[in-house]
């Protein structure tokens, strides 16, 4: 399949209504150029005094398929790892039912039932193919950093999303890499100051993957914001 690499550029509201986690990738690379250009408008992001806490690690071809393999052999044999920064085992209330919402749209498309035990392994393992994206991002910081400089590494990887999504290019942030922590940070030779937050696969998008046909839908502003005069 050809892609075009001179899409023209869309507007801001076009964009973030275009943006959605993409779960099924063409083994097409993204240009360099092209990648430049997103990490370049991402670095734009506003951070706490301007420190840029951010630090990311690309892997692609033979890194990726190295990092790849690995993590899936160790999910295979029931290791399932442990992140460098707390995360809850468990969401409750609206939190818990937005979570089952969207894993029966997701298995749902796939046409995966809740007694399918094989399907839904299956499914939990393309996590960790990184959905055959010809790319994949760590996106670290320093494990002293508290969670308010984690929101800065958020801001930045809505950005870096965005700016992708302009550039005609998917990604999908997953929580599932930050488990194997310490794979990524022997590929890369990074010291263990750093803790990987969360992965990020990107790439173009392949519209035969059933997940692909998923829209997720948001919950109305009032349920989240409050206005008082």
């Not at 706490?48 to 890194?63: D, H, L, M």
Request: charged content about 25%; overall charge negative; glycine content about 8%.
């Amino acid at each position: 399949m050809e892609i075009s690499v001179d899409s023209p550029k869309m507007s801001l509201e076009e964009t973030i209504l275009a943006r959605r986690s993409v779960r099924g990738f063409l083994d097409i690379p993204v240009p360099r150029e092209i990648i430049d250009e997103a990490m370049e408008l991402a670095q734009r992001s506003p951070s706490n005094s301007n420190i840029q806490p951010w630090k990311v690690f690309i892997a692609s071809g033979k890194t990726r398929d190295k990092i790849r393999d690995e993590i899936l052999t160790s999910v295979t044999r029931g290791d399932f790892g442990a992140s460098d920064f707390s995360y809850p085992g468990r969401f409750s209330h609206q939190y818990r039912k937005r979570q089952v919402e969207c894993a029966k749209l997701l298995y749902g498309e796939m046409g995966i039932a809740r007694d399918d035990k094989r399907g839904r392994i299956s499914a939990v393992l393309r996590n960790f193919e990184f959905f055959d994206a010809p790319h994949v991002a760590f996106l670290c910081m320093e494990k002293d950093f508290p969670a308010t400089i984690a929101a800065d590494v958020g801001i930045y990887a809505q950005t870096l999303m965005l700016a992708f999504t302009s550039l005609g290019v998917g990604t999908c942030p997953m929580g599932a890499l930050r488990n194997h922590p310490d794979i990524v940070r022997e590929t890369f030779g990074y010291g263990d100051n750093l803790g990987v937050l969360f992965g990020m696969a990107f790439g173009y998008e392949d519209p035969s993957i059933a997940a692909n046909r998923v829209s997720m839908g948001r919950a109305p502003v009032e349920e989240s914001v409050v206005f008082m005069d």
